[in-house]
């Protein structure tokens, strides 16, 4: 069940508010990456620049990035027919991309090794520049939201705070807590299963970390890789707003559905402001 929690001050006049002395970015060249994805095919990306917000080109549509088009299937947040974006969407959170065009050949984003390094590699090569326009910025609402014992807390505010706590109740994973810095420090967290010991994936877990209550395999990156992954799904959830957002954020257990039931809310309120 869903319980919410919102004020009734607003953080800002409007829609969103202009950023001062920012401007909103693009890539500088076009660029390519292919790899595979969770359903075993390869996908195939083409990155242009772009000056008129975050779009993704699939079979011909454009699909502007909002919360509108947003949804949840098999714990991949999908945009229109477009799945697993939230990797490349916190990517482009960390670079500060606001504008780009990213054609889809393929049903959904590749997954790779169930990180977003190649993302972040891919990105970071072909460089970026600021556009001759002004950065908007959603300043989010006070609000909170509970789902199945998960929470996540917006607190208003100037800049982009984010924060979470991560308590699974297993004996491999102890409770343990995070807040953002850079996107450098999670692009190479691989995203995770809770898994049986006699799962046959175990054998060759290629997407990602399997999880049982003997061990994790195959071996994490670092003790907290599983916290970090989940602060990175974080960021390309709350990225489907659809533009840069400021506001302090708090979350618990945080999950895609509560993410991005906390974006769709956010969303409304901003336009009956």
């Given at each position: 069940?869903?319980?919410?929690?919102?004020s009734?001050?607003?953080?800002?006049?409007?829609?969103?508010?202009?950023?001062?002395?920012?401007?909103?970015r693009?890539?500088?060249?076009?660029?390519?990456?292919?790899?595979?994805?969770?359903?075993?095919?390869?996908?195939?990306?083409?990155?242009?620049?772009?000056?008129?917000?975050?779009?993704f080109l699939?079979?011909g549509?454009r699909?502007?990035?909002?919360?509108?088009?947003?949804?949840?299937?098999?714990?991949?947040?999908?945009?229109?027919?477009?799945?697993?974006?939230?990797?490349l969407?916190?990517?482009?959170?960390?670079?500060?991309?606001?504008?780009?065009?990213?054609?889809?050949?393929g049903?959904?984003?590749?997954i790779?090794?169930?990180?977003?390094?190649?993302?972040?590699?891919s990105?970071?090569g072909?460089?970026?520049?600021?556009?001759?326009?002004?950065?908007?910025?959603?300043?989010?609402?006070?609000?909170?939201?509970?789902?199945?014992?998960?929470?996540?807390?917006?607190?208003?505010?100037?800049?982009?705070?984010i924060?979470?706590?991560?308590?699974?109740?297993?004996?491999?994973?102890?409770?343990?807590?995070?807040?953002?810095?850079?996107?450098?420090?999670?692009?190479?967290?691989?995203?995770?299963?809770?898994?049986?010991?006699?799962?046959?994936?175990?054998?060759?877990?290629?997407?990602?970390?399997?999880?049982?209550?003997?061990?994790?395999?195959?071996?994490?990156?670092?003790?907290?890789?599983?916290?970090?992954?989940?602060?990175?799904?974080?960021?390309?959830?709350?990225?489907?707003?659809?533009?840069?957002?400021?506001?302090?954020?708090?979350?618990?257990?945080?999950?895609?559905?509560?993410?991005?039931?906390?974006?769709?809310?956010?969303?409304?309120?901003?336009?009956?402001?």
């Open positions: 069940m869903w319980s919410v929690t919102a009734t001050t607003m953080a800002a006049s409007g829609n969103c508010l202009l950023s001062e002395g920012l401007r909103r693009t890539i500088l060249n076009r660029g390519e990456l292919s790899g595979p994805t969770i359903s075993g095919e390869i996908s195939r990306l083409i990155f242009h620049p772009y000056d008129r917000g975050i779009v699939n079979k549509r699909y502007h990035l909002s919360p509108e088009i947003v949804s949840v299937r098999d714990h991949k947040v999908s945009i229109g027919p477009v799945g697993m974006v939230e990797h969407l916190a990517v482009l959170l960390g670079l500060k991309i606001d504008c780009i065009l990213v054609e889809v050949l049903r959904e984003l590749p790779f090794d169930g990180s977003a390094r190649e993302y972040f590699r990105l970071t072909l460089g970026t520049y600021e556009l001759d326009q002004p950065q908007r910025v959603f300043p989010l609402d006070e609000m909170e939201l509970t789902y199945r014992g998960s929470r996540i807390s917006v607190i208003p505010g100037s800049r982009l705070e924060t979470i706590i991560y308590d699974p109740h297993h004996p491999k994973l102890p409770r343990q807590n995070l807040s953002f810095s850079s996107i450098t420090n999670l692009v190479w967290a691989r995203t995770f299963a809770f898994v049986q010991p006699d799962d046959p994936r175990l054998t060759n877990y290629r997407f990602g970390l399997g999880i049982t209550r003997e061990g994790i395999r195959p071996p994490p990156r670092s003790p907290d890789e599983p916290i970090r992954h989940k602060l990175l799904d974080l960021i390309g959830d709350l990225y489907t707003l659809g533009q840069p957002f400021s506001g302090t954020i708090l979350a618990y257990n945080p999950n895609h559905r509560l993410n991005i039931g906390l974006v769709r809310l956010q969303h409304q309120k901003g336009y009956n402001r």
